[in-house]
């Protein structure tokens, strides 16, 4: 239980450690966002400079900007002063980590960072500190305290950095305009891409998988015809070839019990009428909304006619990695 207590404890420094930051923000992280934005804008980028355990958040803030379609690098400080400078411009925008703001690898680069003409936007607890005053715009994330228990390891400090960096992102996302399509195009692999790129059409069953009747064939057709499909549900069809209603083996195991006569009768005197559909051109990510919104186990997939084209079975979807 000691353990456990201690866990939590720091999980509520930390939490206080974030409402305190959240409290801090002003005007000078619109300027961030506005600098930002405008650099990029000109075809320049963000480039994240910091030491030791704040270069190691710098990389994960660098690599959710650049995810987000903000570009971004990461500069080593040490680096840097040894020929790595040359990987920024002029019209660039650092953005330099450093809690103390004293940090003297940080603070050795600023007179070469002068050099170029660039916005600097200091993330540090130091208000006064050397790069507070050499910087353009300063973002406090001074915390009240470390969650290490000698109030020495960088704990809540990174941590305020880190949630800064994503607030720095998730704000220039909104200001660049950046779309749900720009994020699949820059993800397309895994998961993320999967769902966001790929089209109901590209994961349905079609074809002979795609059990499809007229709504006038008996019951006990209908079953062979889903049979032949290894499909647990049909698409029943009017005249027209219209999507009129589903017929799902759940349908057939309910009505068997009141109707002896089930077998005999048409599909369309048993079917459920105006079944949930996804057009053929949705985001596959669309379809796996609807089975989550919806107790279905399959999902009739429809053309712009309203014809059903093919269908998108529950059980697939693990398989397809969209999940």
Known sequence: MRILTQAREVFHIQIAALKAVRAQLDESFQRTVEISAEALRQRGKIVVIGIGKSGNIGAKIAATLTSTGSTAV???????????????????????????????????????????????????????????????????????????????????????????????????????????????????????????????????????????????????EALLVMTRAKSGSLAVVNPHGKLAGVFTDGDFRRHMAADENLLARPLKTVMTPKPITVRDTALAVEALKIFNERNIDDLIVVNAKNEPVGLVDSQDLPKLKIV
Do not use: W
């Open 74 to 220: 990461l500069l080593n400080s040490v680096d840097a002063l040894h020929g790595d400078l040359g990987i920024l411009n002029d019209g660039d925008v650092v953005l330099a980590l450093s809690y103390s703001g004293e940090s003297e690898e940080l603070i050795g680069l600023l007179p070469a960072l002068k050099r170029f003409s660039v916005k600097i936007v200091a993330l540090t607890g130091g208000l006064k500190s050397t790069l507070a005053r050499h910087s353009d715009a300063v973002l406090n994330v001074k915390v009240p305290k470390e969650a290490c228990p000698f109030n020495l390891a960088p704990t809540s400090s990174t941590t305020a950095m880190l949630v800064m960096g994503d607030a720095i992102a998730m704000a220039l996302l909104q200001a660049r305009g950046f779309k749900q399509s720009d994020f699949a195009r820059n993800h397309p692999s895994g998961a993320i891409g999967r769902a966001l790129l790929m089209r109901v059409g590209d994961i349905m069953r079609a074809g002979e998988r795609n059990a499809v009747a007229r709504e006038t064939l008996a019951v006990k």
